[in-house]
């Protein structure tokens, strides 16, 4: 894969994309490549990324309006999901795995930073931690990021499906 053209996706709302340094991310990737671009999926796109108009202008980073189909599209037709938060925001620490859930469910790699807790029940699916060094790894270790995603669906699966949720929430209507 080094060498060729990688296709990532970001997904969320306009705040969150807003709250992160995008700039050191891009760095981050271009450390390991140049040869990439940032699909990213959000409500009002033109002011989420006000201030990144230069990556937009280096066709590193392509917005799109939200919506369900834009944004399973844009996941389906990426290599990686990357899902970076800010370190230093209270918030971020409560924040719920479901992002990361769709990206494993849709077949996906997924890369994110560390920080939030619930995110730690799916780190054996998925990269948390420096991305750079989290993109280094998966282009170097294809296979195994594909048992990864694999294992990560599983797991979604067996504690995450509707089926699975369902049943917490008539077990806890009995308990009330």
Do not use: C
Request: glycine share 6%.
């Amino acid at each position: 894969m080094p060498g060729e053209h990688i296709r990532f996706s970001w997904y969320g709302g306009r705040k969150s994309f807003s709250l992160f340094d995008w700039d050191k991310v891009f760095n981050e990737i271009k450390t390991v490549t140049n040869n990439f671009t940032v699909h990213a999926v959000t409500n009002k796109p033109d002011r989420a990324s006000k201030r990144l108009s230069h990556l937009r202008e280096q066709k590193k980073l392509i917005m799109y309006s939200w919506s369900y189909d834009i944004q399973g599209q844009i996941v389906r037709e990426s290599d990686i999901v990357l899902l970076p938060l800010p370190q230093d925001m209270p918030l971020v620490q409560v924040k719920s795995p479901n992002r990361v859930i769709d990206g494993i469910q849709q077949g996906r790699f997924v890369l994110t930073n560390d920080g939030v807790d619930s995110y730690k029940n799916l780190n054996n699916f998925i990269h948390i931690g420096n991305i750079k060094d989290g993109l280094n790894w998966a282009l170097n270790n294809k296979e195994q990021v594909l048992e990864k995603i694999k294992l990560g669906q599983e797991y979604i699966k067996n504690n995450h499906s509707p089926e699975v949720i369902g049943k917490k929430w008539i077990e806890t209507e009995k308990l009330v």
